[in-house]
């Protein structure tokens, strides 16, 4: 089954596959020692031992506006900053000028991080702290931490290619250059993952190419060596936010069927968090990482029987049974032809009003 899945899932020739980069990142790492000083780095995992002097390196500058508006900003979202995400759309420091417009963050996002203008001031403080503080200096100085992170991604890795057996199992390409962040002093809490620009948009389709960014889970484990979980990256998650680049245009095509099933939030229970529409395309992505790590050879664990684990489970089994066999038969081309009867695995419509 799975060899015929394989070859069901060639791409079209005419498309570009995605591409995935494991890496440090000079804007976090910098944001990482801004977050250490305004005392909300979290104690796990510890910094790297040649990192360990940070606090005292850079006690002078505790008082820098940047740190100062990190801490405010922090505890005002219990640790919870966006700012983690709109770099993301910047350059590397010190410059951090724009490289993707404004517009492609989320509302949301700035409006936590205080609105337009605290984000402008707040950017022009950690432009000032890049410059003036040394961070970058020091960062650079030991960059032998970031090689060995590096190395140890790639040995987890194993050679293997996560996005060509994601994008296979979609039957289709899609446009994403994803870079998975090693975190050597940042770390991080809710925010973790985004897509610039992001894929749903209610004025019509977005084209890419999508620059998605995660910030993955690490640790250094008792030998001091970086160990990121990606010898099962279907189980870690890094790659979920993938899954939206094709979740979200379904959810603007097939919008009707999608929001004739918006009564069965009530019946998922308080694991359906927001709108209708996330919590859907929650079940729907979680549905389909399932079925692609057990295609890796590494399947997720069970989460019990609750009302959003069994509809996860429910989906997952109807991408089993008919999607799967469907697609090596050729019944199904790809992912995109599936989307009516995966929303119907959801639960049945509600009745017509009178």
């Given at each position: ?114 609105g337009d203008a605290a984000v402008d001031a707040f950017l022009r403080d950690l432009r000032d702290f890049a410059r003036r503080s040394g961070a970058m200096e020091w960062l650079k100085s030991r960059s032998g931490e970031c090689r060995e992170a590096r190395a140890a991604a790639r040995l987890e890795l194993g050679g293997r290619d996560p996005l060509a057996l994601l994008e296979g ?186």
């Amino acid at each position: 089954m799975i060899a015929a899945l394989l070859l069901a899932a060639a791409l079209p020739a005419a498309a570009a596959p995605s591409t995935l980069t494991v890496d440090c990142d000079p804007r976090l790492d910098l944001l990482g020692v801004v977050q250490t000083l305004a005392g909300w780095r979290l104690s796990e995992p510890p910094l790297p031992r040649s990192m360990a002097d940070l606090e005292t390196r850079f006690a002078a500058w505790k008082d820098h506006p940047a740190v100062k508006t990190y801490a405010a900003t922090a505890a005002r979202l219990d640790g919870h900053e966006t700012f983690v995400l709109i770099l993301t759309a910047l350059s590397d420091p010190p410059e951090l000028a724009w490289v993707a417009p404004r517009r492609a963050l989320s509302v949301e996002f700035v409006a936590k991080a205080g609105g337009d203008a605290a984000v402008d001031a707040f950017l022009r403080d950690l432009r000032d702290f890049a410059r003036r503080s040394g961070a970058m200096e020091w960062l650079k100085s030991r960059s032998g931490e970031c090689r060995e992170a590096r190395a140890a991604a790639r040995l987890e890795l194993g050679g293997r290619d996560p996005l060509a057996l994601l994008e296979g199992y979609l039957g289709r390409p899609l446009d994403a250059r994803v870079r998975l962040t090693l975190p050597l002093v940042y770390t991080r809490r809710m925010y973790t993952h985004y897509i610039i620009p992001y894929p749903y948009s209610p004025d019509g389709p977005v084209k890419g190419p999508f620059r998605v960014s995660a910030v993955i889970k690490h640790d250094w484990g008792e030998t001091g060596r970086p160990r990121f979980f990606l010898e099962a990256p279907f189980q870690s998650g890094v790659f979920q936010e993938v899954y939206y680049i094709v979740a979200e245009p379904a959810y603007l095509r097939h919008k009707k069927e999608f929001e004739a099933r918006a009564h069965l939030a009530a019946g998922l229970g308080e694991g359906c968090h927001g709108v209708w529409q996330n919590c859907a395309l929650h079940v729907v992505v979680q549905a389909l990482n399932r079925r692609v790590a057990a295609l890796d050879g590494r399947g997720l664990p069970e989460h019990g029987d609750d009302p959003v684990p069994a509809a996860i489970k429910r989906l997952a089994a109807r991408l089993e049974t008919d999607y799967e066999p469907g697609r090596a038969a050729g019944r199904y081309r790809d992912i995109d032809d599936f989307w009516p009867r995966l929303i119907d695995a959801l639960g049945p419509p509600a009745p017509p009003r009178d």
